[in-house]
C-alpha cells in the first residue's frame, strides 16, 4: 500500500538532485503514531503537517502555520502523501527542485485520533479530532476538509483547528511560530540553510522511537 500512495511523491522529485529521502529505508516501527511538522521556506513558506497513519506520512500543507487560538482556522492543503523517513529530513532542496528551498523540523512527537472512529474513517469523512503530545504543539485538534470548494476542484482544501483546553492560547495563539529553531538539531532556518551546525537527531529511524523498535 505504501509503494502505491508514495507514487506521487516520487514522480514529483528527482532523487539524484535533492537529498529527500525516497522511501521508508530505516525507519523503526512504532506502536505509537508519529506526527512532524516541517518548516518550509519554499517559493512561499509554509509549515507541513504530516500524521502517520497506514505506513506513510498524511500530509497537509498549512500556510500560515498552526495557532494554538481555537479562533484561527488554518487553510492546510492536502499534498501527496509522504515516506515515514521524511520525519527526519532536514536540509535544503535545490532550487528548481520540487519543492526548493530550506526545510526545518519544526515540531514532532506522537499523535492519537480522538473519536474513537478508524482515523481512515475520519478522513473519509472529512473530519479527523485528535490529540498531539509534541515538543511545541500538544492538546487537542481537528482538520476538517471544506465542503466549498470551487465547482469542479479537488476537494483538498482542509482546516486545522485548535480545540480549546489547557494548551488552547487566546488572541496570540501565533506566538508559538517564533519557538523558531529546530526540535531536532537546535538549529535556525539561517543555520540549516547555511549547512552549519549538527544535523538533526533522528527520530524515525531511531533515537527516541528505538526503545519501541521491534515491537511489530
Ligand atoms: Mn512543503
Known amino acids: 500500500m505504501a509503494k502505491r500512495a508514495l507514487s506521487q511523491y516520487r514522480a514529483k522529485r528527482d532523487f539524484t538532485q535533492t537529498t529527500e529521502p525516497r522511501d521508508a529505508a530505516g525507519v523503526v516501527v512504532s506502536p505509537r503514531a508519529r506526527f512532524v511538522v516541517q518548516k518550509h521556506a519554499a517559493s512561499r513558506l509554509h509549515y507541513d503537517f504530516r500524521l502517520e497513519l497506514d505506513g506513510v506520512f498524511k500530509s497537509w500543507a498549512v500556510t500560515r502555520g498552526p495557532s494554538l487560538d481555537p479562533h484561527d482556522k488554518r487553510?492546510?492543503?492536502?499534498?501527496?502523501?509522504?515516506?515515514?523517513?521524511?520525519?527526519?529530513?532536514?536540509?535544503?532542496?535545490?532550487?528548481?527542485?520540487?519543492?526548493?528551498?530550506?526545510?526545518?523540523?519544526?515540531?514532532?512527537?506522537?499523535?492519537?485520533?480522538?473519536?474513537?472512529?478508524?482515523?481512515?474513517?475520519?478522513?473519509?469523512?472529512?473530519?479527523?479530532?485528535?490529540?498531539?503530545?509534541?515538543?511545541?504543539?500538544?492538546?487537542?485538534?481537528?482538520?476538517?476538509?471544506?465542503?466549498?470548494?470551487?465547482?469542479?476542484?479537488?476537494?483538498?482544501?482542509?482546516?486545522?483547528?485548535?480545540?480549546?483546553?489547557?494548551?488552547?492560547?487566546?488572541?496570540?495563539?501565533?506566538?508559538?511560530?517564533?519557538?523558531?529553531?529546530?526540535v531536532a538539531s537546535g538549529r535556525s532556518m539561517e543555520q540549516i540553510a547555511a549547512g552549519k551546525g549538527r544535523g538533526p537527531t533522528p527520530f524515525m529511524r531511531g533515537g527516541r522511537g528505538r526503545e519501541s523498535a521491534g515491537a511489530v
Request: overall charge negative.
Open 75 to 182: 487553510l492546510a492543503v492536502e499534498v501527496e502523501d509522504h515516506p515515514l523517513a521524511y520525519g527526519d529530513f532536514e536540509g535544503t532542496i535545490p532550487r528548481g527542485q520540487y519543492g526548493g528551498g530550506t526545510v526545518m523540523l519544526w515540531d514532532r512527537g506522537y499523535w492519537v485520533p480522538e473519536d474513537g472512529r478508524a482515523p481512515q474513517d475520519a478522513l473519509r469523512a472529512g473530519d479527523l479530532k485528535f490529540t498531539l503530545a509534541g515538543e511545541k504543539l500538544t492538546g487537542s485538534w481537528v482538520l476538517v476538509r471544506m465542503k466549498h470548494d470551487r465547482a469542479g476542484g479537488k476537494r483538498n482544501n482542509w482546516l486545522l483547528i485548535k480545540h480549546r483546553d489547557v494548551a488552547a492560547v487566546d488572541g496570540n495563539g501565533v506566538a508559538i511560530l517564533e519557538q523558531d529553531r529546530s
